[in-house]
């Protein structure tokens, strides 16, 4: 609300109404120093709030550790054995990394689990350390 206040003077100065003159100028640029307060309050609020930083450190749901079951490379996609049970899915794109991703047979990794279309998956997944 105090940011469409201080856009009506602007709008009146504007307007063929008025025209910008020396006894108006004050009430101009106090309705630009407001406008520029505001904003910059509300850059800075969304900034904070506006994405969310990647940090390895921080989980959102227990990260759970198994064994690569089996990962086929060309098609992107395999299977985890957990340490708690059941093999959850793993495709290529949930692997932590950039380019061509790839898990081999065996190898210890951690990751989140959440449910697919088609049941458990692998989330978040990088190589064990």
Known sequence: IVTLLACIP????SSQEYSLTTANLPLFAL?????????????????AFSGYDYD???????????????FNASKGFGFITRDSGDDVFVHFRSIRGEGHR????????????????????ADDVAVAG
Request: net charge negative; proline share 2%.
């Open 10 to 13: 602007l709008y009146l100065l």
């Open 31 to 47: 309705s630009l120093f407001v406008i520029l307060l505001i904003s910059s309050f509300w850059a800075a609020q969304g900034s």
């Open 56 to 70: 390895e450190n921080e989980s959102h749901s227990p990260r759970e550790q198994g064994s690569v079951k089996w």
């Open 102 to 121: 790839v898990l081999h047979d065996g190898q210890r990794v951690e990751f989140e689990v959440s449910e697919g279309d088609k049941g458990l998956k």
